[in-house]
């Protein structure tokens, strides 16, 4: 798509103008020429996918994924003339073979940014530097129309063609391209792995915050004397998470692993079946359910306060609001 700054309209404009004073050139071979004009003033891209935007000299892996992803931009229906001028012929899109059937070179593209002809692979897959590149793998393409020739883009064409780096980069591209029709690319799997991993912790998670809610209810104690896994004096919380875990595959192998850190004294990363983490689940429970009062209280006329107290073991006042 160009947003070519010399509309038709304007064209027009113009045609009228001058053809009213000046001679009769015909409205046709003005337009043709005003045309012209209109196509070396500036064609802007809005193509995202014009690899002439590409400034790296090696492309990063996202880009080579986005472009490769999206395929080469079709070509533009008319090209730039070089120094003689001669237009670039289409020609060049093609190999003709003997028997008058046309091969397409699917691999040329045409950047409107840069006004400039680019291998497609070449550009995105070569390890080459900058010395030993053909034109058609550079940032800035095949271009300079004033110092060079169109002309000579054939023979560059078919020597980059049958250039051994070439088809390296051919190949590659036209491998990634499967890779990514098929979705198995590794970023795929890696994000599918991820997705996984989450949704598997947000189980375990929802496990450990149901048995704390029902110990919660019922005042029960949580901790026993032992924090190890298969210990009958592992307390009330860790010994319901291992009865859940006979029914429960998720559970089931999660506490596997932990009971296998512990046994071989490997610590693990996280395994949220701590004290710790018993008491932080504790706490966001405690913080909801004031929220709830809170929000309650808020919205009566009138409430009441029931306050008891008591000592503890350590004949420290401990102090419950109802
Ligand atoms: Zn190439």
């Given at each position: 798509?160009?947003?070519?700054r010399?509309?038709?309209?304007?064209?027009?404009e113009?045609v009228?103008?001058?053809?009213e004073n000046?001679?009769?050139?015909t409205?046709?071979a003005?337009?043709?020429e005003?045309q012209?004009?209109?196509?070396?003033?500036?064609?802007?891209?809005?193509?995202?996918y014009?690899i002439?935007?590409?400034k790296?000299?090696?492309?990063t892996a996202?880009?080579i994924e986005?472009?490769?992803?999206?395929?080469?931009?079709?070509?533009?229906?008319?090209f730039?003339?070089?120094?003689?001028p001669k237009?670039?012929?289409h020609?060049?899109?093609?190999?003709?073979?003997?028997n008058?059937?046309?091969?397409?070179?699917?691999?040329?593209?045409?950047?409107?940014?840069?006004n400039?002809?680019?291998?497609?692979?070449c550009?995105?897959?070569?390890?080459?530097?900058?010395t030993?590149?053909?034109?058609?793998?550079l940032?800035?393409?095949?271009?300079?129309?004033?110092?060079?020739?169109?002309k000579?883009l054939?023979?560059?064409?078919?020597?980059h063609?049958s250039s051994?780096?070439?088809?390296?980069?051919y190949?590659?591209w036209?491998?990634?391209?499967?890779?990514?029709?098929?979705n198995?690319t590794?970023?795929?799997?890696?994000?599918?792995?991820i997705?996984?991993e989450v949704?598997r912790?947000?189980?375990?998670?929802r496990?450990?915050?149901?048995?704390?809610?029902?110990?919660?209810?019922?005042?029960?104690?949580?901790r026993?004397?032992s924090?190890?896994i298969?210990?009958p004096?592992?307390?009330?919380?860790?010994?319901?998470?291992?009865?859940i875990?006979?029914y429960?595959?998720?559970?089931?192998?999660?506490?596997?692993?932990v009971k296998?850190?512990?046994?071989?004294?490997?610590?693990m990363q996280?395994?949220y079946?701590?004290?710790?983490?018993?008491?932080?689940f504790?706490?966001c429970?405690t913080?909801?359910?004031?929220?709830?009062?809170?929000d309650?209280?808020e919205?009566?006329?009138?409430?009441?306060?029931?306050?008891d107290?008591t000592?503890?073991?350590?004949?420290?006042?401990?102090?419950?609001?109802?």
């Amino acid at each position: 798509m160009y947003f070519v700054r010399l509309h038709y309209a304007d064209v027009k404009e113009n045609v009228i103008d001058e053809n009213e004073n000046i001679l009769p050139k015909t409205s046709t071979a003005r337009l043709e020429e005003l045309q012209d004009k209109a196509d070396d003033v500036q064609l802007v891209s809005s193509n995202n996918y014009d690899i002439g935007l590409i400034k790296e000299l090696f492309c990063t892996a996202e880009q080579i994924e986005k472009f490769v992803h999206h395929g080469p931009i079709a070509h533009p229906t008319k090209f730039r003339k070089d120094a003689l001028p001669k237009s670039f012929t289409h020609t060049l899109f093609h190999i003709a073979m003997p028997n008058v059937e046309k091969i397409p070179r699917d691999w040329l593209t045409w950047s409107e940014t840069k006004n400039a002809l680019y291998c497609f692979p070449c550009r995105l897959f070569s390890k080459m530097p900058e010395t030993h590149r053909s034109a058609l793998s550079l940032p800035t393409g095949y271009s300079k129309p004033k110092d060079n020739k169109w002309k000579k883009l054939y023979e560059k064409i078919s020597h980059h063609q049958s250039s051994s780096g070439h088809k390296i980069c051919y190949v590659e591209w036209r491998r990634l391209e499967e890779n990514l029709r098929d979705n198995t690319t590794i970023n795929f799997l890696l994000n599918d792995n991820i997705k996984t991993e989450v949704e598997r912790w947000r189980q375990i998670l929802r496990r450990v915050l149901d048995v704390i809610l029902f110990l919660g209810e019922r005042g029960l104690a949580f901790r026993g004397d032992s924090h190890l896994i298969g210990d009958p004096k592992n307390g009330n919380f860790l010994g319901i998470m291992e009865l859940i875990g006979h029914y429960d595959s998720i559970l089931h192998d999660h506490l596997e692993k932990v009971k296998a850190s512990q046994q071989s004294h490997k610590r693990m990363q996280a395994h949220y079946l701590s004290n710790d983490i018993q008491n932080e689940f504790i706490q966001c429970c405690t913080d909801k359910v004031t929220d709830v009062i809170l929000d309650e209280r808020e919205k009566c006329k009138h409430f009441s306060m029931i306050v008891d107290a008591t000592p503890d073991t350590a004949h420290i006042q401990q102090n419950v609001l109802f």
